[in-house]
């Protein structure tokens, strides 16, 4: 089984090793709604019970993956994608997946500014750059005044390739 998942840049400038091509990682994931997203699909999830049953969100599953869903079951997107956590947001009930990486794309996100110095994603407005190995840093200054549009390094986009000896039953 293949699959996209993205890590966080933030994740990889405090402490994660940065992935490369080749490498085995483990991570549990959470699925977020974020249909027009690096990494989007459609999946087909059952909630599935944990003990203890974590707060506030669901365990789901789609057969040989596992994520973690920070909402209801009413709620819950067809269309979404799959976020690495290496930093223990996702509870500890949610499996995590072992898989080998495919390949490694940095994403270059365009955010609109809504402030003097805030900015937000646009949705759908991303590139990306493919890398064997993830960049150890992601930020950059930049000069002169805010931009009305802002692109960024935000992370990597992985494509794994789930290691099928280490998915629960």
């Known amino acids: ?11 990889i400038e405090c402490c994660t090793p940065p992935p490369g091509e080749g490498d ?6 959470e699925w977020v709604d974020d249909p027009a997203g690096p990494g989007a699909h459609e999946a087909r ?23 973690w869903w920070n909402g209801s079951a ?16 996702v509870p500890e009930q949610v499996p995590p997946v072992t898989g080998t990486v495919l390949s490694v794309r940095v994403v270059e996100q ?3 500014r809504t402030g003097m110095r805030r900015y937000e994603p646009l949705a759908g407005a991303y590139s990306l750059r493919p890398v064997p190995r993830s960049p150890r840093w992601f ?26 000896e280490h998915v629960p039953r």
């Open 1 to 11: 089984m293949e699959i996209d998942v993205f890590l966080g840049g933030w994740q």
């Open 45 to 67: 999830w059952r909630a599935v019970p944990a003990a203890p049953p974590p707060a506030d969100g669901l365990v789901l599953d789609d057969g040989a993956l596992h994520a």
């Open 24 to 29: 085995v990682v483990s991570w549990r994931l």
């Open 110 to 112: 365009a955010h609109s």
């Open 139 to 164: 930020t950059s200054d930049r000069s002169g005044p805010p931009p009305e549009v802002l692109r960024k390094d935000s992370g990597v986009l992985l494509g794994l390739r789930i290691d099928l």
């Open 74 to 89: 009413g709620d819950l997107p067809l269309r979404g994608r799959l976020l690495a956590d290496d930093h223990d947001q």
